[in-house]
């Protein structure tokens, strides 16, 4: 029997807190200005997409004790661009990345139920974790967890904002003016909740939104975030390059679902992706290396090799060989403040040693190796060519959807919905129009009902 094409999910990354926008190409717009949001987001619900993503910093990134000028953007607060996003679009739905480590459970569950509302179902909670004591600079509590408290009191910070959300089961609300009754239960909002991480009560002011709960999303490659995006996400975000090493994950991440009582298609693998176009394969190729090299100018790529190193590299040619000296493995305050990247790189001796080897058989200068090691997912080629791999990658079970991040702001999606949508639209596998109002009915995914049990526990 043949297996049915799936449909493919598709949303927009409204990218910032990263390098991967060339900004200073001249059609790059604002990421302050609220008509760069306006555009992004209505191309993207002309493309029908499933959702808009934002994410977030907490704090702005430091290198050499400077504030990192090169992917530096002043991006808005998350839940004031969405709730504005919402007044101009009608089915989009809006994925903002909210912090589990230094905010409250009752004010982020106000904020999300109020966004909820306000855009008639369409929200969406990216629940990240923090992992470092630079952020948490910022806040009362300072400091960070390690990691594996952070994904326990975010796990615990989930559970609690679900607590909050049931609290209300949607029918209390009569406003009936003949007897002057506004609730049938008097006890609508009530909750408490005890726990090792919140000891909280009262009463949550918010009535039940129209999706009940928002979408969960949960970014992470280890194996705790693995385990909290199959016990509590509606979708996890992937950043695997190849078609095996999607395969690998998206299997992984599956298989693990049954612990908690769900099935294979309550959590969504949508990994990110870039893209870059062409009239042909070879002009999309060539177009491909000159962004790359947009992307990654010569400071920026002596301040990723610091990532690694640890050291002042500024007065290294990066069009130049990788540095004779060793990294700095040293107890001090690295060079790198607020970089998650620097966590990737766990052994920077043997990242250096495999670095030099790279550099070494291909004739790669410094900026040549941060190109090549800094690839993600990325299609290129004509809008037909990059049609037929994205459907090859969901059909083969490689993930789910993609997360495309275009390298310009806030124009970069429009050729992408204006001419790669229509050919996957044509192959009946993605659709023509919305079926649904809310960002669960997008996603395929249940509404919950008030009162239903949280997340299963692992068996």
Do not use: C
Request: aromatic residues 10%; without cysteine.
């Amino acid at each position: 029997m043949t297996k049915p094409l799936k449909q493919i999910h598709l949303a927009a990354h409204f990218p910032g807190v990263n390098n991967t926008t060339v900004w200073s190409d001249p059609e790059a717009g604002s990421h302050i200005e609220f008509s760069s949001f306006a555009h992004f987001a209505r191309t993207a619900e002309r493309a029908k997409f499933d959702f808009l993503f934002l994410a977030e910093g907490l704090r702005l990134r430091e290198q050499g004790g400077r504030i990192y000028d090169l992917d530096v953007v002043g991006r808005p607060d998350t839940f004031t661009v969405l709730a504005a996003l919402a007044a101009v679009t009608d089915r989009l739905g809006l994925t903002g990345t909210i912090n589990s480590t230094f905010n409250e459970p009752y004010e982020v569950a106000r904020q999300f139920a109020s966004l909820d509302h306000l855009s008639g179902g369409r929200s969406a909670w990216n629940v990240v974790t923090s992992w470092d004591a630079f952020t948490g600079e910022n806040f009362r509590r300072g400091g960070f967890l390690p990691q594996h408290e952070r994904y326990s009191r975010a796990r615990e910070f989930l559970g609690t904002a679900n607590e909050l959300f049931d609290s209300w089961r949607g029918d209390e609300i009569v406003a009936d003016p003949d007897t002057g009754t506004f609730l049938a239960d008097a006890k609508a909002g009530a909750f408490v909740h005890r726990g090792q991480h919140f000891d909280i009560h009262g009463r949550f002011d918010v009535p039940r939104s129209p999706q009940g709960r928002p979408v969960i999303f949960q970014a992470g490659d280890s194996e705790e975030g693995r385990e909290f995006a199959a016990a509590d996400a509606d979708a996890i975000f992937s950043r695997h390059a190849t078609l095996e090493e999607g395969q690998d994950f998206y299997r992984d991440v599956k298989r693990r679902l049954a612990k908690y009582g769900r099935g294979p298609d309550e959590l969504l693998i949508l990994p990110a992706a870039t893209f870059v176009l062409g009239d042909t394969d070879a002009d999309a190729e060539e177009r491909a290396r000159e962004v790359r090299r947009q992307q990654v100018s010569g400071a920026t790529a002596l301040k990723h090799l610091e990532f690694v190193w640890n050291r002042d590299l500024s007065s290294y040619d990066p069009e130049g060989p990788l540095p004779d000296v060793d990294p700095d493995v040293s107890e001090e305050q690295h060079i790198a403040r607020g970089r998650a990247q620097v966590r990737m790189y766990r052994d920077p001796l043997a990242t250096a040693r495999e670095w030099r080897e790279r550099a070494a058989a291909n004739n790669w200068s410094i900026r040549d190796l941060v190109i090549h090691t800094g690839d993600r997912q990325t299609f290129v080629g004509t809008p037909a060519s990059v049609a037929r791999t994205i459907n090859d990658f969901v059909q083969a079970d490689a993930s789910d959807g993609f997360i495309l991040v275009p390298h310009i702001t806030p124009g970069g999606l429009d050729e992408f919905a204006d001419t790669v949508v229509p050919i996957l639209q044509e192959q009946g596998v993605f659709r023509a129009d919305y079926e649904g109002t809310t960002l669960r009915d997008h996603l395929g995914l249940a509404h919950p009902d008030a009162g239903s049990a949280d997340r299963r526990e692992a068996s």
